[in-house]
T-cell receptor, first 115, second 116 residues
């Protein structure tokens, strides 16, 4: 059971560099999300997607971009890395199933440091 | 607007003590879902429980129990006979349905230290 898979797990970036965090899920979930968790803090939603071809901004989208060309994949792009983007990034997915709610399944996290 | 408040930033207990983590939520929606997640030191997020707004029954799962009270907008989590392995950050979350999908708001988390 792969679930939600994120890569890379750790990355150090220099200011101004670009990179893409990869995320894939094999549960045929419609919804996918990217969250960031700053040290000692809760989760903040960056972007989310309700299906292939559809994305929308969350609480803290500035400095990031996403795409959802397939149901399985939801990459997060950082174009010009800044120290404020040093954080742990969690990709997640969920399945809309009527009244059963919306349990979110998380990847293991990607630790990103911008220096 | 929706809000989730976990007023306890950190809690420290001795092994075998019972501990309750508080969660208070705000929403005007009549249909919503509440969750608890555990984040151990290794960093991953682990789903613990989901409760929908129509079901106020309390739930017990081993040493874990949850008390959902709509009258006070609370969804508290109790660990009975705590163990060192329970040391983690615990997040409460609220999900509501919006046009285009669900919206989930997380609380800031409560860090639980269980000492041997």
């Amino acid at each position: 059971n792969a679930g939600v898979t994120q890569t890379p797990k750790f990355r150090i970036l220099k200011i101004g560099q670009s990179m893409t965090l990869q995320c894939a899920q094999d549960m045929n979930h419609n919804y996918m999300y990217w969250y960031r968790q700053d040290p000692g803090m809760g989760l903040k939603l960056i972007y989310y997607s309700v299906g292939a071809g559809i994305t929308d901004k969350g609480e803290v989208p500035n400095g990031y971009n996403v795409s959802r060309s397939t149901t399985e994949d939801f990459p997060l792009r950082l174009e010009l890395a800044a120290p404020s983007q040093t954080s742990v990034y969690f990709c997640a997915s969920s399945y809309l199933a009527g009244n059963s709610g919306n349990t979110i399944y998380f990847g293991e996290g990607s630790w990103l440091t911008v220096v | 607007a929706q809000k989730v408040t976990q007023a306890q930033t950190e809690i420290s207990v001795v092994e075998k003590e019972d501990v309750t983590l508080d969660c208070v939520y705000e929403t005007r929606d009549t249909t919503y879902y509440l969750f608890w997640y555990k984040q151990p030191p290794s960093g991953e997020l682990v789903f613990l429980i989901r409760r929908n707004s129509f079901d106020e029954q309390n739930e017990i799962s081993g040493r874990y129990s949850w008390n959902f009270q709509k009258s006070t907008s609370s969804f508290n989590f109790t660990i009975t006979a705590s163990q060192v392995v329970d040391s983690a950050v615990y997040f409460c979350a609220l999900t509501v349905l919006r046009t285009g999908g669900f919206k989930t708001i997380f609380g800031a988390g409560t860090r639980l230290f269980v000492k041997a």
